[in-house]
């Protein structure tokens, strides 16, 4: 250790402290309610929601895994369906599909975006294909527009994974479309590092343009009652409660704010490693073009990625590995029948990916920090 202060991933701290006492006004409403499972607070936030994301319906649910869950239940996978998705995710974004009864089946990703890409998707296409899973991954969206037309034809739903990318837009017919109003589902995490954070576990579903579908999941939240103790099928209890719910509100009206100062952070970090020269050693996250990317994670390709990595760990400053093995590669996917050498461009990057420390609050000289750390990694230092 150099003796200097640590410099984290995220601070949850110093964002609450700018919320603070909101925050505390937005407690005791719901306190003063005593009222602490959905209600008025959830569904005032679920319409929030919609507005922000300008889609008809938004259910909220207990967490972003839920989200994916409850969206899948409601399209009615049965056993031998098949769900396109990408094995360079979260693990939540393959279970819910097994979960499902559904068989995942990968493709593989997209080097630059780190997103799936769209051709690969579309040479996994069979008739038993359902859905299409995409995961807009660390606050990019993905290329959907060049499959929507298609894959409406063929009759298979888009469920847009938006854990990490809550504000994220792209230009689609001139059109300004976020992330969550694109397919036919979205689902959003608020688990606490999230964008948009609650201070739990806290989830939720857009449904662009389909009532009958959001009212089944509205029903399949509440172990499919549409009327309380009368179960038309068999759902889950997965609710949004009142108190994550009133934090959300607060918290929504920031968010454009601490999105554009992530958008800063980034862009400074690109001048950084552009001024010392590191540009042949990191390879930096690239903005699509047409694409507003809110940067959940600042996620670049570093050679010797791991010796990186504990150096800077041991100068204070964390990083991360979104994500160290692909889910074809795990495990508990083995029955898929994938091996190593399907997914080239997912096994590359695990291999290669370091997530930076950021977060709306970091400031520039800790960002300098980082930079010249890896600098002197490299032995590039002035
Ligand atoms: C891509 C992705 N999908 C799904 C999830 C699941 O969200 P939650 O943790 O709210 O269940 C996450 C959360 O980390 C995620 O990053």
Redesign the pocket.
Known sequence: MTGQEKIPSFDLTRNYNRVKEEIRVALDRVLETQHFILGPEVECFEKEIASYLEVENAVGCA????A?LLSLMALDLKEGDEVITTPF??F??ASCITRNGAKPVFADVDPDSYNLSMESVMEKITPRTKVVLP?H?FGQTCKLELITDELSQKGIAIVE?C??AIGAHRIIDKKICRAGSIGDIGCL???PTKNLGCYG?G?MVSIPHNKEISDRIRNLRVHGSGKTYFHDEIGINSRLDAVQAAILRVRIRHLEEWNEERRIVAERYMLLFKEKGLLDVITLPVEEDGNRHVYHQYVVKAERRDELQEYLERRGISTRVYYPLPLHMQHCFSYLGYKEGDFPVSEKLAGSVLALPIFPELLPEEQERVVEEIAGFYGRQN
């Not at 967490?63 to 839920?66: A, I, M, V």
């Open positions: 967490s972003g895994t839920d994916l995710t979260f939540a974004t995961v991954l994974d854990a990490q995490s608020f688990f576990d989830g």
